[in-house]
């Protein structure tokens, strides 16, 4: 990624991703819905000496961005807590400029029923097509999905990365 770009990570929990963008050079605004997360990610951001990640309380599915205002937006392992994964997709797509990128890494589809339980997922994962549907359905071009070809030896079920961008 090209330093100076603004983006989004929606859903940024403790921050770790804000932090790795922002070393990165870019702008980022950091939205979670959870006032303790954001907290966590103020201090664990303050901590590694980075400046300059703005944090805003927000849902997914309404966040609070203006239209077309960031060149990226992000969502790492956020959709499969989400009552509505394709409305958070449309979202990131509604505050990506044209020519910007939406990029979503999340589980595929799984049979782990203890995550239910235990890290309290609402979605046990998604079948690639579903979410490349979604990205197209949010109006962006070459959605596309990547699988993780090396997750046989993990406890988590195997992850994808995908993308579109914003025409």
């Not at 989004?8 to 939205?31: F, N």
């Not at 979605?123 to 071009?141: H, I, S």
């Not at 090396?150 to 992850?159: K, M």
Request: with cysteine.
């Amino acid at each position: 990624m090209p330093p100076g770009l603004r983006v989004a990570e929606v859903g940024t929990g403790t921050g770790i991703l804000a932090r790795e963008l922002a070393g990165l050079g870019c702008s980022v605004v950091a939205v979670d819905h959870s006032p303790r997360m954001l907290e966590a990610a103020r201090a664990n951001l303050d901590e590694a000496g980075v400046h300059g990640v703005e944090l805003r309380q927000g849902t997914a599915e309404a966040l609070p961005l203006s239209d077309a205002s960031v060149d990226a937006a992000f969502a790492h392992m956020v959709l499969h807590y989400l009552a509505s994964p394709a409305d958070a997709v449309r979202e990131m797509a509604r505050v990506t400029k044209p020519g910007g990128v939406v990029v979503v890494v999340d589980f595929e589809r799984h049979d782990r029923e203890w995550m239910r339980e235990a890290l309290g997922v609402v979605w046990l994962g998604f079948p690639a097509g579903d979410v490349t549907g979604w990205l197209a359905d949010a109006g962006l071009e070459e959605p596309r999905c990547q699988l993780d070809p090396d997750a046989s030896s993990r406890e988590l079920p195997r992850t994808f990365i995908a993308s579109g961008r914003k025409p």
